[in-house]
């Protein structure tokens, strides 16, 4: 699987972005996929995360404010985040995952920066 990540960029506080990750490479409507963040000094975090039957899952510091989606047909998944906060500043890289024998193996985007002024 690839994941190409991309929409990030500078915003002041309040506004929004949208972020989007395409995947390649396998059937894409069976994964959980899911957007993680890692701010400057701080280890990385999940954002939200969403299944095949779009099913999601929020932290709580984003809840309301951000909104994961996918579209199927088009190998796509999203990340509508309003009412940004300095907080938010962070590289965001989405995620899926599949279970193996040796566990969970995870393939990650290369990151878009989101960096919110105060």
């Known amino acids: 699987v690839q994941l190409q990540a991309c929409g990030g960029g500078l915003v002041q506080a309040g506004g929004s972005l949208r972020l989007s990750c395409a995947a390649s490479?396998?059937?894409?409507?069976?994964?959980?996929m899911g957007w993680y963040r890692r701010a400057p000094g701080k280890q990385r975090e999940l954002v939200a995360s969403?299944?095949?039957?779009?099913?999601?899952n929020y932290a709580d510091s984003v809840k309301v404010r951000f909104t994961i989606s996918r579209d199927n047909a088009n190998n796509t998944m999203y990340l509508q985040m309003n009412s940004l906060k300095p907080e938010d500043t962070a590289a965001y890289y989405c995620?899926?995952?599949?279970?193996?024998?040796?566990?969970?193996?995870?393939?990650w985007g290369q990151g878009t920066l989101v960096t919110v002024s105060s």
């Open positions: 969403i299944d095949s039957r779009g099913g999601t």
């Open positions: 490479g396998s059937s894409f409507s069976i994964h959980v």
């Open positions: 995620n899926t995952w599949k279970l193996t024998a040796g566990g969970r193996y995870d393939y």
